[in-house]
């Protein structure tokens, strides 16, 4: 918990920086697929060969600064929705599913790669805040409601790290490629972090 305050201050620093000195700005409603992939030392192989696909859908806003040329700060909030078949017999459920409102907040460096195409890389800090899914208790994923030792359900909040590649096109489009690691446990107590892989692309405006 005491990380994501750390995050959480960071953020509105880096934000009234970005008000104070930023030159202009930019807003972008982005969408696309998502994938998740699970590991850490408390990760079965069943989770470990278990990826859920998806999809994600959301805003952002990009702040140029005057004083720093190519350098950004882009904050985003953006729903993301991930499910997958588990192949087990019932009682297990069918299938296992994932949902958050996740909160990027990236350093980005852009450069011109020709007169109608900007490419950027950007990295940062991403706070996800769970909405609803299935949990990992004992080698298995079962449903909050069904859970009876609260320790072992899905975090609210987790932590996770992003990377990724933008090309920009015509100042109106842009395509977005992007891989988020996972720093906090996806469950309590359980050594469990979830990785996100997106690509998709962005409505510039």
């Not at 009234?16 to 696309?32: F, H, K, P, V």
């Not at 195409?117 to 079962?142: A, E, Q, R, W």
């Amino acid at each position: 918990m005491k990380k994501i305050f750390v995050i959480l201050l960071s953020a509105v620093a880096l934000f009234t920086c970005a008000n104070a000195s930023a030159q202009s700005t930019e807003w972008r409603a982005g969408l696309g697929y998502a994938g998740v992939s699970f590991n850490g030392d408390d990760c079965s192989t069943f989770l470990k060969e278990h990826h859920l696909g998806g999809f994600y859908a959301g805003i952002s806003k990009e702040f140029y600064f005057s004083t720093m040329a190519g350098l950004t700060f882009e904050p985003g909030v953006f729903f993301y929705y991930h499910s997958g078949k588990t192949g087990l017999p019932e009682p297990a459920p069918k299938f296992m599913k994932m949902s958050y409102l996740s909160i990027p907040l990236n350093i980005k460096y852009n450069f011109e790669a020709s007169p109608e195409m900007l490419i950027g890389l950007y990295t940062g800090p991403v706070l996800n805040i769970g909405t609803g899914g299935n949990v990992y208790s004992k080698d298995k994923f079962i449903t909050n409601t069904d859970l009876t030792d609260a320790t072992h359900k899905l975090t609210q909040m987790n932590i996770q790290w992003d990377l990724g590649l933008t090309a920009a096109f015509s100042e109106a489009v842009q395509v977005r490629v992007g891989y988020a690691f996972g720093l906090s446990r996806l469950v309590k107590e359980r050594d469990v972090h979830a990785n996100t892989f997106t690509v998709g692309v962005a409505f510039m405006f």
